[in-house]
């Protein structure tokens, strides 16, 4: 008989140092861990199995089916806005492909089970594409129908797997003969920033905020790639979580779309300078906006609305501005560093 599981593609990332954290330590939940890197130590004792491997590698996934039943996919793994950029068509074939191959992968799974496999998308404000500074100003919170002009690969590319998680979810073989009665249950969250106490950031380009404060904790100095009155949506990692979940754990019936925005506050950079200075009177934060990013980050909405997510199911975040930095940030990032050894 299989053993019954839940997919993380791309564990070794942010979120998913989280997930599986929390997941793991649940006695009715089996991880299986996807990375193309070796799975970091600390969370190996949370997985029921690593699996080191190419979310492009369609027998690897192939593989998997034959091993294993898996109930649900948080599907994680992607390169991110700033990487993306620079190398746009491998982006592609990793966000989009990747994606294609794991859509296929729940649909095989909801036809084996004879019901339907949850798939877990994060998604991003990178969906989003304002056309100028003016605009966005005016704009205020942005609802998910709103704007959906990306002008990043990695926006286009988050915005067109939303599209294809709508189709596989309710469209896929629409002209078959016989479609099938198993189709998948997809659902996806935009994603504001993500702020960690626990990993690095890497390569985002809402990464200033995390940046700013890791490198303040080090006592490295940090120049800003962005404007001091730049502002965008953030949220605490543990919240990030939380939403995940809360959304996988929501009852179809609640559910009235597919993508849900989720926030919790959005202070400009220079908010974000100096609540980091009060922390750390001694860092070295100047600002140098690169005018390339200043660009991506200004077509991003300055605030979303969640309207939805809170109406459908329930959902608040836990740590305000104040209590993020207070309470879950300094503390946590303060620790990290001092156990680390000091740069030379």
């Not at 730049?230 to 979580?241: C, K, S």
Request: aromatic share 10%.
């Amino acid at each position: 008989m299989r053993k019954e599981v839940v997919l993380i593609t791309g564990a070794n990332g942010e979120i998913g140092h989280g997930l599986i954290t929390h997941l793991g330590q649940k006695d009715d939940v089996n991880v299986i861990a996807l990375d193309v890197q070796p799975l970091d130590e600390k969370l190996k004792p949370y997985c029921y199995r690593f699996i080191q491997g190419d979310i492009l590698d369609q027998m690897l996934l192939g593989r998997m089916v034959v091993e294993f039943e898996i109930r649900s996919i948080f599907h994680l793994a992607s390169i991110l806005s700033t990487k993306a950029e620079y190398n746009p068509e491998t982006a592609h074939r990793v966000n989009v492909e990747g994606t294609l191959n794991l859509l296929r992968l729940a649909v095989e799974q909801s036809q084996w089970q004879g019901q339907s496999v949850k798939f877990i998308y994060p998604s991003s404000i990178a969906a989003y594409g304002l056309p100028d500074l003016e605009t966005k100003n005016r704009a205020q919170k942005i609802k998910e129908d709103q704007w959906c002009q990306p002008i990043t690969m990695y926006g286009c590319n988050k915005l067109y797997c939303e599209h294809l998680g709508r189709y596989y979810a309710a469209n896929y073989r629409q002209l078959a003969a016989d479609p099938g009665r198993s189709s998948i249950d997809f659902r996806a969250l935009r994603f504001p920033g993500l702020i960690s106490a626990d990993t690095i950031p890497t390569g985002g380009t809402s990464d200033y905020g995390p940046e700013m404060l890791h490198a303040a904790a080090q006592g490295i100095p940090y120049r800003c790639f962005v404007r001091e009155d730049t502002r965008l949506p953030f949220m605490a990692m543990p919240d990030a979580i939380k939403s995940l979940l809360m959304l996988h754990n929501a009852p179809k019936s609640a559910l009235t779309q597919s993508v849900y925005n989720v926030t919790s506050f959005n202070p400009t950079a220079l908010e974000i300078h100096d609540i980091v200075l009060s922390y750390f009177p001694s860092a070295e934060v100047t600002f140098k906006p690169h005018d390339s990013r200043q660009r991506i980050v200004d077509s991003w909405p300055g605030d979303i609305d969640d309207t939805a997510a809170q109406r459908d199911w329930n959902w608040q975040p836990d740590y305000d501005q104040d209590r993020a930095f207070s309470e879950y940030l300094i503390p946590a990032i303060t620790k990290l560093y001092a156990q680390a050894p000091k740069p030379a």
